[in-house]
């Protein structure tokens, strides 16, 4: 068995072979930043994303508790991150009416969860060729586990947690995917990351939605990647304008980040964009037939908002163009069985034959 040391170091050469860009290992441990999630939840900030809320026999929100309350082998984190950034334009950069923004994530050829849980699998396996089967315990997880993983990527040294809630690392940016591989050996670890942010407050200043109650703090359901994603039925028309052309998810906060003016692009290919997702045509995504979605999407996290939503936030582009040509799309929708469609369809009906928004409150 090697030393901790030694074991940590190896571990972190084993995720660079594994395609992994950075690497750290976090102590398990009762860090005070997840003393705030509890109290996240009960402020309602959570939305609808119900899943967030899951509780254990007795009570107690999952991911919240602390990992040895779970797992009680459990005594390191490792923590892996993947540049995803692509030599590719900033939605802040594109204004095309007609045309809607895809968040950057989401144009992978493959579904991150599948391509950052394979690497992770693949430290695994180096890590329990190294030590005896018998004598380690991991579990991994991307986004799916009790585990707050933006929490221990600071604290695993990968990035300190900026304004706008993501991880960012000083040489990379914030354009990361984390995974994470919990384990019963005990590793050396890394010195948690320092907060670079300073006074700078451009990603709060950015959002069209003020979703940031307060540096650090989002208000979910002021978020426009919530809205177009997670949000089911009609988005509030108090929203839609400030969604402009988002029609899933969305990158300004990241977009305006200092620390991402200069963050490299990967070469990787399962992160190249597939055909016709950056900067694509409202009006095809507005009609796209059920069939088309499905071949279009499979494996893509786009089909999270189902066909429904992705159509629902396409008409709010359309509305948000200014572009009259679209308009018979609205007349067509407006008829659409479901209430989300017919109900957007008529308020972008009205905003192109207008010309005028609502300019309701944000509530």
Same mark, same amino acid.
């Given at each position: 068995m090697r ?8 571990v ?11 690497a ?11 003393a ?12 609808e994303?119900?899943?967030l ?13 602390s ?6 082998? &459990?005594?390191s984190?490792?923590?892996? &991150?993947v540049?995803y950034n ?13 045309r809607g923004?895809?968040?950057r ?10 391509s ?39 604290? &695993? ?7 706008n ?14 995974g994470v ?14 907060d670079?942010c ?15 109650v307060a ?15 997670e949000?089911p039925g ?52 507005a ?12 494996g893509s ?17 359309i ?30 009906q ?14």
């Amino acid at each position: 068995m090697r030393g901790n040391g030694d074991l940590s170091q190896f571990v972190k050469a084993a995720a660079r072979n594994a395609g992994f860009d950075l690497a750290g290992i976090a102590p398990v441990s009762d860090f005070p930043e997840l003393a705030r999630f509890p109290e996240w939840i009960a402020e309602g900030r959570a939305g609808e994303m119900k899943y967030l809320e899951s509780r254990d026999e007795s009570g107690q929100l999952r991911r919240a508790q602390s990992l040895n309350s779970i797992f009680p082998w &459990a005594r390191s984190v490792i923590v892996c &991150a993947v540049n995803y950034n692509t030599e590719h334009p900033r939605s802040t950069e594109v204004h095309n009416p007609g045309r809607g923004w895809i968040s950057r994530y989401a144009w992978s050829r493959e579904d991150y969860h599948d391509s950052v849980l394979r690497r992770l699998r693949e430290v695994e396996a180096e890590l329990k060729r190294t030590c005896a089967p018998d004598e380690i315990e991991t579990r991994s997880y991307v986004d799916t586990g009790p585990i707050v993983e933006r929490v221990y990527a600071r604290y &695993a040294g990968i990035g300190w947690q900026g304004k706008n809630t993501c991880i960012i690392n000083q040489k990379i940016g914030s354009w990361l995917f984390l995974g994470v591989i919990i384990t019963s050996l005990e590793l050396a670890p890394d010195l948690p990351a320092p907060d670079r942010c300073g006074t700078c407050t451009r990603c709060i200043d950015a959002c069209p939605t003020n979703a940031f109650v307060a540096p650090h703090q989002l208000d979910s359901n002021k978020c426009i990647a919530y809205l177009t994603i997670e949000k089911p039925g009609a988005i509030p028309e108090g929203f839609r304008e400030a969604i402009g052309h988002h029609v899933f998810g969305c990158d300004i906060c990241q977009d305006v980040c200092p620390w991402n003016r200069k963050a490299p692009t990967t070469d990787k290919p399962e992160f190249q964009p597939r055909e016709g997702l950056v900067n694509p045509a409202v009006a095809w995504l507005a009609e796209i037939s059920e069939e088309a979605f499905r071949e279009k999407f499979r494996g893509s996290p786009i089909k999270r908002t189902k066909r429904s939503g992705l159509r629902r936030n396409a008409l709010i582009a359309i509305g948000n163009s200014g572009d009259g040509s679209l308009l018979p799309v609205a007349q067509r929708a407006c008829h659409d069985p479901d209430p989300a469609i017919s109900d957007t369809a008529h308020w972008e009906q009205s905003v192109l034959t207008t010309g005028t928004q609502s300019h309701r409150e944000m509530k």
